[in-house]
């Protein structure tokens, strides 16, 4: 099996990136990054991918005449290093139409919520101002909406009555760092298949997990 070429959209601090970078060096994914593209001059992950030998542009979207033509250029860059995923990792943007016509079903994105709800920035303080006793994460393809493609995996954490953004946020990551690296394998595996806008996964998935909170008493 030809091994899968990825490219990362990045905006922050890559926290996101270094995990799929480590489950590469690791083994657990049989990848490769070709590049890595982020509109922030300033993001650490420019630093986590100098460190990896990964290649970096950094594209900012203020520089080309429209929205669109900042996606055509980012899709011309993916393409020309016959990228077969796009993953964004903390890519604070929507993204444009001709990214999404040039990759279809072939990006990724995560988010800090148990989608469909909680949609946009800040999922974590939205999920602890509701009141939410279960929160966690989900990553799916990407459309034109905002967190609104089809869901390939979701994880759950307990939410608690003194949650700050940040506890809850830290606890989430760390279900980031492992559903995020999955969901790719599941894609290099080709075990990936939208219908519709579900996701079908191909192979052996358990169905018997359950997660309460608060527990139930005896």
């Known amino acids: 099996m030809e091994m899968l070429s990825i490219g990362v959209l990045a905006s922050g601090r890559g926290a996101n990136f270094q995990s799929i970078i480590d489950c590469i060096e690791s083994g657990y994914l049989k990848a490769r990054i070709a590049l890595l593209v982020t509109d922030n001059p300033n993001s650490y992950a420019i630093e986590r991918a100098r460190k990896h ?75 602890i101002d509701y009141g939410v006793k279960i929160s966690g994460c989900t990553v799916h393809f990407v459309d034109e909406g905002m967190d609104t493609g089809p869901i390939i995996i979701q ?22 760092h492992r559903i995020f690296p999955a969901a790719i394998r599941l894609f290099s595996e080709n075990r990936l298949q939208v219908v519709g806008r579900k996701v079908r996964i191909h192979g052996p998935v358990p169905d018997d997990l359950s997660l309460i909170n608060p527990q139930i008493p005896e």
């Open 53 to 127: 030998g990964i290649e970096t542009l950094i594209l900012i979207p203020e520089h080309y005449g429209s929205r669109s033509d900042y996606y055509r250029k980012v899709a011309h860059e993916l393409k020309i290093r016959e990228t077969g995923l796009v993953v964004l990792a903390g890519f604070m943007r929507i993204v444009g139409k001709p990214l999404i016509e040039a990759f279809p079903n072939r990006i990724m994105n995560i988010h800090p919520a148990l989608l469909p709800s909680f949609p946009g920035l800040h999922g974590q303080a939205q999920a």
């Open 155 to 176: 994880a759950a954490v307990p939410a608690f009555f003194d949650d700050t953004e940040d506890v809850l946020s830290e606890r989430i990551l760390k279900l980031e």
